[in-house]
Structures are given as structure tokens and as C-alpha cells.
Nanobody, 125 residues
Framework: QVQLVESGGGLVQAGGSLRLSCTAS????????MGWFRQPPGKEREFVAG????????DYIDSVKGRFTISRDSAKNTVYLQMNSLKAEDTAVYYC??????????????????WGQGTQVTVSS
């Protein structure tokens, strides 16, 4: 099993930045890919960013390209989501997820095996 714990959420003004962290524990060696998803208030959960560093690949939803960056510190078993130029529409609960297998698409939430509990990001306009 793998446990994921997110941190770093909070309240920020539009145009500001936040960095989310997702620290994995347990059978971390089994993780092949990780992703960040978010669920805005009253809406469905959506893909934000994903990465498979052994494959050298990352992917982003169009609305965050150029503003968000997913990265990993393997020594700390931690994946980050650096969020810059935040907008009110980025307000959501953000979840990290991990997959044991290569993904047909980072945006497919059903392909992930493990999920964190979520962290709230609120952007005030």
C-alpha cells in the first residue's frame, strides 16, 4: 500500500502563488506515475497535472499550462505542484494520486491506485 499526504493549501490573492506538496509513504518503490487533480465547488473532479519521471513525461490541463509546474524530489518521496499566477477559477480541493502502472492518459482518474485526502486552495479575486 501507498499513503499520500498533501499539504500547502491555503488562501491566496489572485495573481499569487502556492506550492502544494504530496508526500508518499509505504511501498513508494511501486509508484510509476503521479498526478494532481482538483474539484472546484459544485463541480466534478478534474485532472490538473501528471508526471512519470522514469519516462521523462509530464502533462497539464490546458488552463494551467505556463502557470503550474509538477515536479518531484525522489529523495523525499514528494511531488510538488507549483502554482503561479493563480486565478479565482483555480479555487478547489486539490488531490494527489499515484499509479503503479504506466497510464494511457494522465487525465484518467480511474487509472490511479492511491489518493490523498485533499488540500483546499482558495483564490480570492
Amino acid at each position: 500500500q501507498v499513503q499520500l499526504v498533501e499539504s500547502g493549501g491555503g488562501l491566496v490573492q489572485a495573481g499569487g502563488s502556492l506550492r502544494l506538496s504530496c508526500t508518499a509513504s509505504g511501498r513508494t518503490w511501486s509508484i510509476y506515475a503521479m498526478g494532481w487533480f482538483r474539484q472546484p465547488p459544485g463541480k466534478e473532479r478534474e485532472f490538473v497535472a501528471g508526471g512519470s519521471w522514469s519516462a521523462g513525461k509530464t502533462d497539464y490541463i490546458d488552463s494551467v499550462k505556463g502557470r503550474f509546474t509538477i515536479s518531484r524530489d525522489s529523495a523525499k518521496n514528494t511531488v510538488y505542484l507549483q502554482m503561479n499566477s493563480l486565478k479565482a477559477e483555480d479555487t478547489a480541493v486539490y488531490y494527489c494520486a499515484a499509479s503503479r502502472n504506466s497510464l494511457r492518459g494522465y487525465e484518467h482518474d480511474y487509472e490511479y491506485n492511491y489518493w490523498g485526502q485533499g488540500t483546499q486552495v482558495t483564490v480570492s479575486s
